[in-house]
Nanobody, 121 residues
């Protein structure tokens, strides 16, 4: 079993930056974390959860069009942490942000509880 813990959310003004972190806990979680694909999703009130960015175990990165050029996903294997650096934040980026772990062929499908990001002046 893997628990994912997000942190780094908060209130920021438009144009500002935040860095979200996702780290695992649980038995063998570090190993599972390092060999899995990690996604960041977000969900705004009244809207469906949407994919923001993906970082594969091989280092490949993909971004939703609405964050491309503003957000950067990265991994620090020594710290067992995946980051989402969010720059040039807009009010429409306001949402709960969730970390998600999968690995093809394993059935692994784990979610964190989310961290709230609010972009407002």
């Amino acid at each position: 079993q893997v628990q994912l813990v997000e942190s780094g959310g908060g209130l920021v003004q438009p144009g500002g930056s935040l860095r979200l972190s996702c780290a695992p806990s649980g038995t063998a979680s570090g190993y599972i974390f390092r060999i899995s694909d990690i996604d960041w999703y977000r969900q705004a009130p009244g809207k469906q959860r949407e994919l923001v960015a993906t970082l594969t175990s091989g280092g490949g990165m993909n971004y939703a069009e609405f964050v491309a050029g503003r957000f950067t996903i990265s991994r620090d294997n020594d710290k067992n942490t995946v980051f989402l650096q969010m720059d040039s934040l807009k009010p429409e980026d306001t949402a709960a942000y969730f970390c998600h772990l999968t690995r093809r062929g394993t059935g692994w499908d784990y979610w964190g509880e989310g961290t709230q990001v609010t972009v407002s002046s």
